[in-house]
């Protein structure tokens, strides 16, 4: 019988806007040496290695952790978009549990420049140019905005337009996440917003300002996962078992709607497979850190995650069963809004955010009696990632 892999260690720097940040292999430098003294290890242990970027060559990993060790182990270098650091935390917990190795390390660094995100590689063909052209099709006037925007203001608009919910229903979502990171150490943004401010902002989109946008950001994560006798072997009380894990990509269903086009439906399978495997669903879960790199996909995802019936958020929201108090704590670190998101490192400071309230470590924003939690990481093109954590 597969034995869970567990989460001995985690740490990250904390993100920075670009142009003041420090290099990508200092800042994942850092994080990798936090996680590892958080496990009460040396790198030697670690038997192979999963670095995740978006934007960088083809070795930076190995550049990155040949500043702390240069051991010969494999060093794996992984892109999936904004899911990066999860699929290189899905690959780590993998090698693990497959028995290949007993120690893996997994982590996530990005070195971004201001403004919307873009791509690098104009001389061949976009991967998500597809997704665009579909959007396209559905409604030939859409306005014309960068990528992201693009693909997720359509997304809430379409939301708003199914449901008839109040547009203001992403402003509110973006207030409850900068009350969070008032209470974060490590958020980028710590002062508190209103919901006139949020509205009133500049428009990115027709229903989305620049205060439903996360921000472009810079930083580092790191996560040391091992087997269930590595941990015990070095004494650890405190790690944080993978009790269900899953991964998926687009289907054919994707092309159904805008919303579909930016992960909903991958986020439903995911969900579903992972309540499957870890026995818990989605009433058992005390705290969540999702991907909400706009806010309309942070409500979007509460349904694709179960945490209420389709059409629902509006109340869902209404009632505050998405922070202290309600039903979830959901992104209590400031999530992707106000933490920041720098894409490879994203994944893996939402794994570090849970396993810190799971152990009790989250200081002013710890959520009471956190016992199950789970994480929601997505990137266009598209991969889902999502995780369930629970503490021993």
Known sequence: MKKNARVLGVDMVKFSKPGTNEPYEVMAAKAVKGALTDAGIEYREVEQAFAGYVYGDSTCGQRALYDIGMTGIPIINV????????????????????????????????????????????????????????????????????????????????????????????????????????????????????????????????????????????????????????????????????????MTTDTVVTYENPMTLVGAEMTQRAAKIVYEKSGFGPQDIDVIELHDCFTPNEVITYEGLGLCCEG?????????????????????????????????????????????????????RQVEGAKIALQHNLGLGGACVTTMYQLG
């Not at 490590?186 to 205060?211: G, H, W």
């Not at 946008?213 to 994560?221: E, F, L, V």
């Open 79 to 246: 892109n999936n978009n904004c899911s990066s650091g999860s699929s290189a935390l899905f690959m780590a917990r993998q090698a693990v549990e497959s028995g290949e190795v007993e120690c893996a390390l997994a982590f996530g660094f990005e070195e971004m420049k201001p403004g919307a995100l873009g791509s690098v590689w104009e001389d061949r063909t976009p991967p998500l140019g597809w997704m665009i052209d579909r959007l396209e099709e559905i409604d030939p006037n859409i306005p014309n905005s960068p990528e992201a925007i693009k693909m997720f203001g359509a997304a809430g608009s379409a939301y708003l337009e199914k449901y008839g919910a109040n547009p203001n229903i992403f402003a509110k979502v973006a207030v409850k996440t900068r009350n969070h990171a008032v209470l974060n150490p490590y958020s980028l943004f710590n002062n508190k917003l209103s919901i006139e401010e949020v509205m009133n902002a500049p428009l990115l989109y027709p229903t989305l300002t620049r205060l439903m946008a996360c921000p472009p950001t810079c930083g580092a994560a790191a996560a040391i996962v091992c087997s269930e006798n590595f941990a015990k072997k070095h004494g650890v009380e405190h790690a944080v078992t993978i009790i269900g894990q899953a």
């Open 312 to 364: 629902e958020a509006e109340k869902f929201i209404s009632d505050g069963n998405n922070t202290h108090g309600g039903k979830y704590v959901i992104n209590p670190s400031g999530g992707l809004m106000s933490k920041g998101h720098p894409l490879g490192a994203t994944g893996l400071a939402q794994c570090t955010e849970l396993v810190w309230q799971l152990r009790g470590q989250a200081g002013k």
